[in-house]
């Protein structure tokens, strides 16, 4: 990118219209006994019970697919939990379902699709001692609620209290104790790596997981467009991309996730919702300039494209 648009680079942004959550609901998928997305029922702890009776279903089906390193997952009739490395490319093989209840939990062989935001790494095992390596974020913000041990969600909640006070690096120890430090990148090795973290993410006896907070998109200023798209459309193109784009729920996200399906590394919104990209996006979008009729929501304006760009780092 040239030199003299550096300026027009405005913030860092985590996917979703809501900063507490760490999955963004993409609609309602139709399954079938050969699943379009498979199962990871019975293949981790934190998927406790029958799944029709699992309490935070959502929440610990998100976890599992994270602790994997996945980024999208189903839950399906109350609970059920699937996801794979490839579940992007695979959840709409039966096609739109409208069996999905209102509860985020789908419907009878209706899989409620969710994408993981690129929102946090993990980055390995490290070992600890009294002489912390990262300084403890307990009893200083309310997310942090109760004993870490017995804590819900620990690592989102971790995450949450690291990333308010603009931390880029946060730990997860002994099942939920939480540390991070605006210098945590620099001192988190300092007593070496450990093999004591427990598989479900959080952590283990004097064992730090730690993790990365990153982002999804990066939002790169407003450019002026016409008829003559700077950036070709991808309506019509994607079924993530549903109904009319001006009236679509989550349109930022959903752009973001068709470009990102298809390998392309800049995407375009515009007018409310109006998604475009290409391969070649990058060496386009500055055709007419740039514009000031981006609106502050992110999603553009008239003639106006908000450009993103998806770090690299958030495909692997």
């Given amino acids: 990118m040239q030199s003299y648009y550096v300026g027009f680079i405005l913030t860092m942004m985590v996917a979703g219209a809501d900063s507490s959550t760490d999955h963004i609901k993409l609609g309602c998928w139709a399954d079938k006994a050969d699943r379009a997305v498979p199962t990871l029922e019975g293949t981790d702890p934190i998927l406790d019970g029958?799944?029709?009776t699992r309490e935070d279903a959502i929440e610990?089906?998100?976890?599992?697919?994270?602790?994997?390193?996945?980024?999208?997952?189903?839950?399906?009739?109350?609970g059920w939990c699937g996801s794979s490395c490839n579940a992007e490319q695979t959840y709409m093989k039966y096609g739109p379902s409208a069996n999905c209840q209102s509860d985020g939990e789908g419907g009878p062989w209706a899989n409620q699709l969710y994408m993981i935001p690129c929102n946090h790494i993990k980055l390995g095992c490290?070992?600890?001692?009294a002489d912390r390596a990262v300084p403890t974020l307990e009893g200083q913000d309310p997310l942090l609620d109760g004993q870490y041990e017995t804590r819900v969600n620990p690592i989102k909640k971790c995450f949450l209290a690291a990333k308010s006070r603009g931390y880029k690096y946060f730990v997860v120890q002994n099942g939920g104790w939480c540390g991070s430090s605006c210098n945590a990148e620099e001192t988190y090795m300092k007593h070496g790596p450990s093999t004591n973290c427990q598989s479900d993410g959080?952590?283990?006896p004097w064992a730090n997981q730690l993790y990365m907070i990153t982002s999804s998109y990066i939002k790169l200023g407003c450019w002026a467009d016409k008829a003559d798209r700077a950036v070709p459309t991808l309506e019509g193109q994607d079924p993530i991309l549903d109904g009319p784009y001006e009236t679509r729920v989550y349109p930022i996200d959903k752009c973001y996730q068709a470009a990102k399906s298809?390998?392309?590394k800049y995407f375009v919104v515009q007018k409310s919702g109006w998604c475009g990209s290409s391969c070649t996006a990058e060496e386009t979008?500055?055709?007419?300039?740039?514009?000031?009729?981006?609106?502050?929501?992110?999603?553009g304006g008239p003639w106006a494209?908000?450009?993103?760009?998806?770090?690299s780092g958030c495909h692997d």
Avoid: H
């Fill in 60 to 78: 610990k089906c998100c976890q599992a697919a994270m602790n994997r390193g996945y980024k999208y997952f189903v839950v399906q009739n109350g």
């Fill in 202 to 204: 959080e952590g283990g």
């Fill in 285 to 299: 979008y500055m055709k007419y300039g740039p514009s000031t009729n981006c609106q502050s929501d992110g999603e």
């Fill in 126 to 129: 490290w070992a600890d001692t």
């Fill in 262 to 264: 298809r390998g392309y």
């Fill in 50 to 52: 029958n799944y029709v």
């Fill in 305 to 311: 494209n908000q450009l993103y760009m998806i770090p």
